[in-house]
């Protein structure tokens, strides 16, 4: 499996600012997700990054608060805009194998608001 | 609309015995299943799947159940090792777009396994 790599691996922000969280894969996959982990709660899909198109967003998540790019197939980042208390959250990265939908997940970015 | 569930929150079991994890869905349009185990401050986990023409998938001391009428799956370890603790979801994927497997969480179960 791939080894994920992210920055950073926490931090305590206030609110009203914006955090960029960067995604590292040591191969290239045609596949990135970005996942939210509130306390106590599930993983909760945000988007799918795909390279050289703008990301698919599930519902209840808008580009505006949570833009992403992915420019190859390396590298993806999440910036979670404007900030406020109840973004306090895992942010995820994992990337797709091809077999049977299974995802590879980083260490994560543990994010405190403010 | 919680389409996998995991209704224990915690599990509490012996060193040495058979640990039982249990996940329910909903969407019979789902074509694989997963398993994850997380550790505090870690990432999760990939464990063991199993497709949803298959009942039973065996790797080392994790096995998967699957029983598709009763839309149930669970997972077995045995024996159980106090390493095991950490806390494990159930997760199930549907082609989402056409190309792209989506992954639909459970909430977790918390396994405890006392030495």
């Known amino acids: 499996s791939a080894v994920i790599s992210q920055k950073p691996s926490r931090d305590i922000c206030q609110r009203g600012t914006s955090l960029t969280i960067q995604c590292q894969v040591d191969?290239?996959?045609?596949?990135m997700f970005w996942y939210r982990q509130q306390p106590g709660q599930s993983l909760t899909l945000i988007a799918t990054?795909?390279?050289?198109?703008?990301?698919?967003?599930e519902s209840g998540f808008v580009i505006d608060k949570f833009p992403i790019s992915r420019p190859n197939l390396t590298f993806s980042t999440l910036t979670v805009s404007n900030m406020s208390p109840e973004d306090s959250s895992i942010y995820l990265c994992?990337?797709?194998?091809?077999?049977?939908?299974?995802?590879?997940f980083g260490p994560g970015t543990r994010l405190l608001v403010l | 609309d919680q389409q996998v569930k995991q209704n224990s929150p915690s599990l509490s079991v012996q060193e040495g015995r058979i640990s039982i994890l249990n996940c329910d869905y909903t969407?019979?349009?789902?074509?694989?299943f997963l398993w994850y185990k997380k550790y505090p401050a870690e990432g999760p986990t990939f464990l063991i799947s199993i497709s949803s023409i298959k009942d039973k998938n065996e790797d080392g001391r994790f096995t998967v159940f699957l029983n598709k009428s009763a839309k149930h799956l669970s997972l077995h370890i045995v024996p159980s090792q106090p390493g095991d603790s950490a806390v494990y979801f159930c997760?199930?994927?549907?082609?989402?777009?056409?190309?792209?497997?989506?992954?639909?969480f459970g909430t977790g179960t918390l396994l405890a396994v006392q030495p």
């Open positions: 969407n019979s349009m789902f074509d694989y």
């Open positions: 994992s990337v797709g194998d091809s077999v049977g939908g299974t995802q590879y």
């Open positions: 990054a795909n390279q050289g198109s703008e990301a698919t967003y």
């Open positions: 191969s290239q996959v045609t596949m």
């Open positions: 997760a199930a994927s549907v082609l989402y777009g056409g190309a792209t497997n989506k992954l639909i």
